[in-house]
């Protein structure tokens, strides 16, 4: 038996060095500059001349332990058993001989992975749990991102895009990852209020903190059946399921009604203007598993929008901020509603206080 004495603990990841190629490893902090040769494929050169090719594949994220064992295998074939994973997740082989690298792009597309998302590229959707494991999801992360890419795949595998377009998914607006930030974002929504378990709510949660977790304050301490519980203010809820994450006994999860929405024109660089959050373009579409044909055709709609009207580099928010609102919404044909406008606390600061119209 393991006793406590024999446990290893705070040791933290492995030094990383221990698993960079060796021309990463002589080159390291002095690479001189690189270029994008094809879709998905770069060379980094050294001041010393050495060349590195990078070769970008697809992955869905979630991978087998099987998957990874191909991957393992064609890093052992081409690269000296060395490979990396991005921040989007996509899977970059690092090559030393310019030879290998169409023979490892068969090799890769055979297997299904096509090869590209650099540059002016849709690259890999960040995405989250969604049904495969999540508890507060309103929608699926690994299926819709699945039919978006399938969509958009064109736009991973060539450059032909004015500028970089970064999708991201969150499945509940807890928003794990990027979708507050990216150019295209989807996220999950409920519709409906908690329906609170007064019998279980006293045993399984702490009631202020159930309290406290309510950005609009709908939820107050009550005494129920004789038992401490809570109430919520319907009116003043707006399903954002904050209480459940810190509660189980508010579920809010509703099949027929929660969905998806979509948001645009976020960016994370400072590259030309500062960063930006996404703004709401599409409050409410259904889940429609296990294609989502609504989802896919509104982000497509909107890529297209963008991909026609952009200037060279122009991201997404650049591109509404020099065209306006109004046109954004009059060239993509979504409808304007009142969800559209701001509502929540400093809510002012985002209404038009000019008498500057763009149409
Ligand atoms: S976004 Fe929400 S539902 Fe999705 S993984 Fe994060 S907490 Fe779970
Ligand atoms: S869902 Fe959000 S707004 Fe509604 S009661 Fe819960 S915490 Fe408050």
Redesign the pocket.
Known sequence: MLMVTDRRTDIGPPDYKKFMPPIIKNNYGKWKYHEVLKPGVMVHVGESGDKLFTVRAASPRLLSIKKLRIFADLADKYCGGYLRFTSRNNVEFLLTDQANVDPLIADLKAIGHPVGGIANAISNIVH???WV??????TD?SGVVKCVMDELCEYFTSTKLPGKLRIAL????????AVHCSDIAIL?VHRRPPKVDHDSINKVCEIPNVVASCPTAAIRPATVNGKPSVEVDEERCMFCANCF?VCPSMTLNDPLNDGVSIWVGGKVSNARTEPMFSKLAIPYLPNNPPRWPEVVEAVRNIVEVWAKGAHKYERMGEFIARIGWPRFFKLTGIEFGKEHIDDFKHAGLTYKRSAQLRH
């Open positions: 989250t749990q969604g494991h999540c508890h507060s999801s309103a992360a969150a499945c509940c607006l807890n928003m794990c990852g999950g994450s």
